[in-house]
């Protein structure tokens, strides 16, 4: 008889880290900042920014140590929503996961590639407009990210082990680079703008618009200030977003009770001190204003270029492509273990289910690739990190609050790893999570709201999918 194809625990404790860190730095740390100066307009609260969002990420992935410890098996999220509160919590994850979550970050990050690939091949750049298809522009860039996105999809298909060594080399890469930048920007910038910036201290303001398209500064507190958080927020938590994705591979990782909570404190901790330590990099390279209205928000480029010259736009160019390119990797290796887990519990198309000659879920791969290429040629990059923000917070403050629950409902599971700082870190998470969801469906409830209403858009579909089966 043929044996059936079965996952290979074959990655380390060093590729998971590479898989947290990598899915970790995409495209965010190089823009965001912008954005988020514009909302809060100081030096003190553009690194506290970046501080809660550090804060939030490590505080979840050391609680989802415990969840990791306790079901090491390939699904993640999935299978602790599942355990937790019942198959459909765990099914609208998966569905939300699979239109929103995975597949627009996908997307996202493949534009973000294209974008700066065009500093090297201008012909590759958004302004060059293949197809206009009944009213759809089609750019090359969009083509572009829909190619990367294929395929690195085939080279996943090929067998974890193609996909680990491009995972390593590419985050090893983008890791040696950021921490060089910094240094750099530290040491051989030749003006310093540290004490200018700090003046502003923790007196924020936010830059409005008027009807006549002029903005002006007005200073924000209270509840407005709570708002302005939330919504600078969006771009830090995308930058910080898929840690989680090592818990989608659980079957493939040697030791995964140990190793997985292990990874995930290594990664977040690594990636928390780079986002930080750049911001502060920038605030002393560049004055606020400059930070704030950076070109086209690139505000790594406007930094390089002072630090470098001329030469900085191609060097943060490449910097960025190396990013984006081992980021996207490890969202397309991670994200398909899902629906295969999905599949094996009847609620997702049944050829997902499937393990190829090598051992991965390639039906599952090219499902997510089709889709993710769709989402390439719908909306920008601000419309796609405000739909994946919203749903994504929701469902990890749901996933630690299924901590609670499985303490009460199964209190003699053996836990290897417990959450650090049990209750109080998991509860304040919990807390700021859904502060940050209110107040982002109330600043930006267009796209937030179309990711919320994708995500019970999966509440019909259960029922349809637990019909069939």
């Known amino acids: 008889m043929q044996e059936t194809p079965q996952f290979k625990p074959t990655l380390s404790l060093l590729d998971a880290t590479m898989i947290v860190a990598g899915g970790m730095i995409g495209s965010g740390i190089f823009i965001v900042s912008a954005d988020i100066t514009r909302h809060v307009g100081s030096a003190g609260w553009l690194v506290a920014v970046w501080a809660i969002t550090g804060f939030m990420t ?15 098996k390939a699904g993640g999220q999935y299978v602790y929503l599942k355990e937790a509160f019942n198959p459909l919590a765990g099914f609208v994850f998966g569905w939300s996961f699979f239109a929103v979550i995975q597949t627009a970050t996908i997307a996202a990050v493949g534009v973000a590639f294209s974008r700066y690939t065009a ?13 206009n298809i009944m009213g759809l522009k089609i750019s090359a860039a969009q083509i572009l990210a829909i190619v990367m996105i294929l395929f690195l999809t085939y080279s996943n298909t090929r067998g974890v082990q193609g996909g680990k060594i491009i995972q390593n080399v590419f985050t090893t890469a983008k890791l040696v680079a950021l921490f060089g930048l910094i240094l750099f920007g530290f040491v051989l910038a030749k003006e310093s703008f540290w004490s200018s910036n700090w003046e502003t201290g923790m007196q924020a303001s936010s830059y409005v618009k008027d009807d ?51 990874a995930l404190f290594l990664g977040t901790a690594i990636v928390t001190i780079i986002y930080i330590s750049a911001n502060l990099m920038y605030l002393k390279v560049l004055p606020l204003n400059d930070i704030a209205f950076a070109a086209n928000d690139r505000v790594a480029v406007a930094t390089s270029q002072k630090i470098f010259g001329d030469a900085g736009t191609l060097i943060i160019a490449v910097m960025i492509m190396v990013s984006t390119f081992g980021c996207n990797n490890g969202l397309i290796l991670a994200g398909a273990r899902v629906y295969y887990t999905m599949a094996k519990d009847g609620l997702f198309f049944k050829k997902t289910a499937e393990l190829n000659k090598n051992a991965v879920p390639a039906y599952a791969l090219w499902i997510q690739a089709a889709w993710a290429s769709l989402l390439c040629l719908s909306g920008g990059y601000g419309d796609l990190l405000d739909m994946v923000a919203f749903v994504v917070v929701l469902f990890y403050a749901l996933t630690i609050i299924g901590i609670f629950i499985l303490r009460k409902k199964m209190p003699d599971a053996p836990r290897p790893y417990k959450a650090f700082g049990y209750p109080v870190l998991p509860a ?12 982002l469906i109330k600043m930006k409830p267009t796209y937030a709201g179309v990711g919320l209403l994708i995500a019970l858009a999966g509440i019909p579909l259960y029922y349809v999918a637990g019909r069939k089966k």
């Open 58 to 72: 490590l505080t979840a992935a050391l609680s989802y140590g415990e969840l990791s410890a306790m079901f090491p």
């Open 119 to 131: 500093y090297l091949i201008p012909w590759l750049g958004e302004d060059n407009v293949l197809a």
């Open 212 to 262: 006549a398209g002029t903005g002006s500064w007005l200073p924000i507190s209270g509840a407005v200030l709570v708002g302005a958080i939330a919504a600078a927020m969006v771009g830090s938590i995308f930058s910080s977003d898929s840690w989680n994705n090592v818990t989608f591979i659980a079957g493939e990782i040697k030791n995964p009770s140990k190793n997985i909570g292990l």
């Open 428 to 439: 304040i998470y919990i807390v700021l999570a859904l502060v940050f969801c209110f107040f």
